[in-house]
């Protein structure tokens, strides 16, 4: 499937309308979503997608162990057996499996959203939702050049590159693509605000 139909606004909402689904699921619901998550990101972002997500989680496996390690054995409860000083506790693995789901999670669609969006896409899409922040007096245009100057930062280090001498590494111009809204993102963005709004809702009901 080619996501490059759908505005990069459409497939940026998306994603963050599915990160924060993923963080309100638990038990058998995560452990059915996760693998369901990378079935679908392999069938409409591709196999570079989920190859993106899996180098995500190869980056961070220290911080999985650590996860693991503090909520197994630092979380009282009652231990699965033998010395309960040294065993982990029943409530220290779920704990650990809750949240080492919600991280695979989250990674997984990092991936995908690395992996469908190019960096002019991201400051389209930035650009596009901030627009209805100028009748805020917010200037979307110079956040969204901090951004580029940001990712261009960034990207240098990942590959170690230093300023080109006599300059200082800035932009010397910025040209981002406004795509128009076709009516299907219309649609989806429509559907995406709904349903964001219905789970903070429900959150907030729930506190």
Known sequence: ??????HPTTRLLCWLTATLLGQGLSGAALAYALPCTVFVIAIVAGTRAVREGWRLVRRVRWLIVALVLVFA????????GGDSRVVPTWEGVQLAALHLGRLLLTLMLIGALLASLSRDDLLS????L????RRMGVDCERAVVRMALVLRFVEGQLL???PPPGGSGGLASLLVE???????????????????GGAVFMFMGGV
């Open 130 to 133: 901030g627009l209805p922040l």
């Open 73 to 80: 054995w630092g979380v009282p409860g009652e231990p699965i």
């Open 160 to 162: 170690c590159e230093s």
């Open 178 to 196: 406004q795509r128009p809204l076709r009516c299907a993102d219309r649609w989806l963005l429509g559907g995406c605000g709904v349903v964001m």
């Open 1 to 6: 499937m080619n996501l490059s139909v759908l």
């Open 125 to 128: 899409a930035l650009l596009t």
